[in-house]
C-alpha cells in the first residue's frame, strides 16, 4: 500500500478548515457591528473624521465576506481579514483612536494571529507589528501620526502585549502538539484497522473496499483490472515440522518478495491463512499473468530459511480479469477456480498456463 492521505485524514482536515471558515465569517460579522457601533459613537462625541474612518473599514471588511461566499477560497479569506485588521491597528495606533485608547484593540490581535496562520509566521508579523509601534511611540512628528501616549501607557503597553504574545505563543503550540499526536494516533489506528499485523499487507477487509472501489471505476471508465490469488504450496508441512514460527517466517519473507514485485498502484494483501490476493489497477490478463509468473520465479529461486533451516515454499495462483467477469464476486470465484486447477496439475504453477510453463498464454486484446 502506498503512503497517501488516509480519506479520514482529509476529512478531517476539511472539516477543520470548514471551522476556521465559520469562525471567520463570525469574526467579520462582530467587526462589522463594532466598526459601526464604535463609529455612531465617535460622530456624536464630534469626532466625525475617526467616525468615517472606521466605517470605511467596513468595505473590505465586507467586500472579502462576498468574495468567500462567491469562491470559497478560504486562503484569501484568511489574508484578506488579516490583512484589514492589521491595518485598522496600524490607524489606531497612528490616531490613537477616542482618548489615546485605540491601542489596546491591539490585544485582540496575537490570539488571532496564530490560530490563523503558523507559529512562525504568526511571531514575524508580530515582530513587525511591534516595530511599528515603536516607530510610532517614538516619532511622534511623522506624518499621519496624532496619537500622543505617556511613556507610563508605552511601557505599559508593550509588556502586557509582550506577556500575551508569548501567552498565545505556548498556546498555540500546545494545542497544535496535542492535534499533531491526535492526528498520528488515528492514523495508527486506520493503519491497523486496514493492515495485517503479521505480513504487514493490506487485510481481507481493506482489500474488499478496494475491489469494491475498482470495479465501480471499470464501470465508469472501462479501466480493465485483473487479480491473482495465491496460495503457498503444502504450507501446512511447514507448521507441522518446522513448527509455527517457521510459517510466520515463511509468510513474511513471501509478503517482502510481493512489495518487490508489484507496482506501486498495486494492492496486496493477506486474503486468509497462506492466500494471499494481488490487486492490479489497469492491468490486462495477459499482463497479470506476466506479472504472477514473474513472482513464482522469484519465489522459487528464492531461499526461505529459519534458524538456519531451509523451508521448501513455492506457490500456486490463479489469475483472472475482469474482463472475463461480470461482478467482483464472478471475479473472485473465477481466480479461485483457476487456483484449485493450478493446485491440481501439480502446484508451483499459474493457471491459466503462461509461456514459460511450456504452453501458450490466452489471448487477451489490451484494454
Request: hydrophobic letters at 45%; glycine letters at 6%.
Given at each position: 500500500?502506498?503512503?497517501?492521505?488516509s480519506?479520514s485524514?482529509?476529512i478531517s482536515?476539511?472539516h477543520?478548515?470548514?471551522q476556521i471558515s465559520?469562525?471567520?465569517?463570525g469574526l467579520?460579522?462582530?467587526?462589522?457591528?463594532?466598526?459601526?457601533g464604535i463609529?455612531?459613537k465617535?460622530?456624536?462625541?464630534d469626532h466625525?473624521?475617526?467616525?468615517?474612518?472606521l466605517w470605511?473599514?467596513?468595505v473590505?471588511?465586507l467586500?472579502?465576506?462576498?468574495?468567500y461566499?462567491?469562491?470559497?477560497?478560504?486562503?484569501?479569506?484568511?489574508v484578506g481579514?488579516l490583512t484589514?485588521?492589521?491595518?485598522?491597528?496600524a490607524?489606531?495606533?497612528?490616531?490613537?483612536?477616542e482618548?489615546?485608547t485605540?491601542p489596546?484593540?491591539?490585544?485582540?490581535?496575537?490570539?488571532?494571529l496564530?490560530f490563523?496562520t503558523?507559529?512562525?509566521?504568526g511571531?514575524a508579523?508580530?515582530?513587525?507589528?511591534?516595530l511599528?509601534?515603536?516607530?510610532?511611540?517614538?516619532f511622534?512628528?511623522?506624518p499621519g501620526v496624532?496619537?500622543e501616549?505617556s511613556?507610563?501607557f508605552?511601557i505599559?503597553f508593550?509588556?502586557t502585549?509582550t506577556?500575551?504574545?508569548?501567552f498565545?505563543?505556548v498556546l498555540?503550540?500546545?494545542?497544535?502538539?496535542?492535534?499533531?499526536?491526535l492526528?498520528?494516533l488515528a492514523?495508527?489506528?486506520?493503519?491497523?484497522?486496514?493492515?495485517d499485523?503479521?505480513?504487514?499487507?493490506?487485510n481481507r477487509r481493506y482489500?474488499?473496499?478496494?475491489l469494491?472501489a475498482?470495479?465501480?471505476?471499470?464501470q465508469?471508465s472501462?479501466?480493465?483490472?485483473s487479480?491473482?490469488?495465491?496460495d503457498?504450496d503444502?504450507?501446512?508441512?511447514?507448521?507441522?515440522?518446522?513448527g509455527?514460527d517457521a510459517g510466520?517466517?515463511?509468510?513474511q519473507h513471501?509478503?517482502?518478495?510481493?512489495?518487490?514485485?508489484?507496482r506501486?498502484?498495486d494492492v496486496a494483501?493477506r486474503?486468509?491463512?497462506?492466500?494471499?490476493?494481488i490487486?492490479?489497477?489497469?492491468t490486462?490478463?495477459?499482463?497479470?499473468?506476466?506479472l504472477?509468473e514473474r513472482?513464482r520465479?522469484e519465489?522459487a529461486?528464492?531461499k526461505?530459511?529459519?534458524?538456519?533451516q531451509e523451508?521448501?515454499v513455492?506457490?500456486?495462483?490463479?489469475?483472472c480479469?475482469?474482463?472475463?467477469?461480470g461482478?467482483v464476486?464472478e471475479?473472485?470465484?473465477?481466480?479461485?477456480l483457476n487456483l484449485?486447477?493450478?493446485?491440481?496439475?501439480?502446484?508451483n504453477?499459474i493457471?491459466?498456463?503462461?509461456?514459460?510453463?511450456?504452453?501458450?498464454?490466452p489471448?487477451?486484446?489490451?484494454?
Amino acid at each position: 500500500m502506498t503512503d497517501t492521505p488516509s480519506a479520514s485524514q482529509i476529512i478531517s482536515t476539511d472539516h477543520e478548515d470548514r471551522q476556521i471558515s465559520r469562525l471567520l465569517n463570525g469574526l467579520s460579522g462582530m467587526a462589522l457591528l463594532f466598526l459601526t457601533g464604535i463609529g455612531l459613537k465617535a460622530w456624536f462625541a464630534d469626532h466625525h473624521s475617526h467616525a468615517i474612518v472606521l466605517w470605511l473599514f467596513n468595505v473590505p471588511v465586507l467586500a472579502n465576506m462576498l468574495w468567500y461566499a462567491r469562491t470559497g477560497n478560504r486562503l484569501t479569506q484568511k489574508v484578506g481579514l488579516l490583512t484589514t485588521v492589521a491595518l485598522l491597528f496600524a490607524y489606531l495606533i497612528a490616531s490613537g483612536g477616542e482618548g489615546n485608547t485605540g491601542p489596546l484593540w491591539f490585544y485582540v490581535f496575537p490570539p488571532l494571529l496564530f490560530f490563523l496562520t503558523s507559529l512562525k509566521a504568526g511571531t514575524a508579523i508580530l515582530l513587525f507589528c511591534y516595530l511599528l509601534a515603536i516607530i510610532v511611540f517614538q516619532f511622534p512628528d511623522l506624518p499621519g501620526v496624532t496619537g500622543e501616549y505617556s511613556t507610563d501607557f508605552k511601557i505599559r503597553f508593550f509588556a502586557t502585549l509582550t506577556f500575551e504574545s508569548i501567552f498565545c505563543f505556548v498556546l498555540e503550540a500546545g494545542r497544535l502538539q496535542t492535534r499533531n499526536k491526535l492526528v498520528k494516533l488515528a492514523q495508527s489506528h486506520e493503519q491497523a484497522a486496514r493492515t495485517d499485523e503479521l505480513t504487514g499487507l493490506a487485510n481481507r477487509r481493506y482489500m474488499h473496499s478496494r475491489l469494491t472501489a475498482e470495479f465501480s471505476r471499470y464501470q465508469r471508465s472501462g479501466h480493465h483490472f485483473s487479480v491473482v490469488l495465491i496460495d503457498l504450496d503444502l504450507f501446512k508441512r511447514i507448521n507441522d515440522n518446522y513448527g509455527h514460527d517457521a510459517g510466520d517466517t515463511a509468510l513474511q519473507h513471501f509478503a517482502r518478495l510481493v512489495r518487490q514485485v508489484i507496482r506501486q498502484t498495486d494492492v496486496a494483501a493477506r486474503w486468509g491463512g497462506e492466500e494471499f490476493l494481488i490487486l492490479l489497477p489497469d492491468t490486462t490478463l495477459l499482463q497479470a499473468l506476466s506479472l504472477a509468473e514473474r513472482l513464482r520465479t522469484e519465489v522459487a529461486s528464492a531461499k526461505f530459511q529459519h534458524q538456519g533451516q531451509e523451508l521448501p515454499v513455492t506457490i500456486s495462483a490463479g489469475v483472472c480479469s475482469i474482463s472475463k467477469a461480470g461482478s467482483v464476486n464472478e471475479l473472485l470465484k473465477q481466480a479461485d477456480l483457476n487456483l484449485y486447477s493450478a493446485k491440481g496439475d501439480g502446484r508451483n504453477r499459474i493457471a491459466p498456463r503462461v509461456r514459460s510453463q511450456d504452453s501458450q498464454v490466452p489471448e487477451e486484446s489490451p484494454a
